[in-house]
């Protein structure tokens, strides 16, 4: 399992309800694959720097998952595929930045590591 953030941006004349079963309908690919969907957090219409497909305003909303790469590839093909989207990004994130440790460094390698630096 490994962290992700999506983003993804909705036309922003869609009803309440449509943008709420978009979001909804992604989340629910993603526990239907195992994975577990952290904060959803919902930046409503924000005004684009550019007009993009003829639109100048879009609902934005962040994801955070925690799901195998399979998952996420089948959410990316979905929110291409959704004509409520007009951009989306699926982002993996460094397990520092999740809250993940990595593995500890060993005395020896640090060391060795010093070493290398001319240290």
Known sequence: MRPYEVM???DAGLEEDVIRATIDRATQLVTAGGGTVGRVDRWGRRRFAYEVHHRSEGYYAVVETT???A???DLDRMLGLADEVVRHKV???PDKVAGRT???VLAEDAGADSNANGA
């Open 8 to 10: 993804v941006i909705l």
């Open 67 to 69: 799901a195998e790469p």
């Open 71 to 73: 998952v996420m590839a």
């Open 91 to 93: 982002v993996r994130l």
């Open 102 to 104: 990595l593995r500890p």
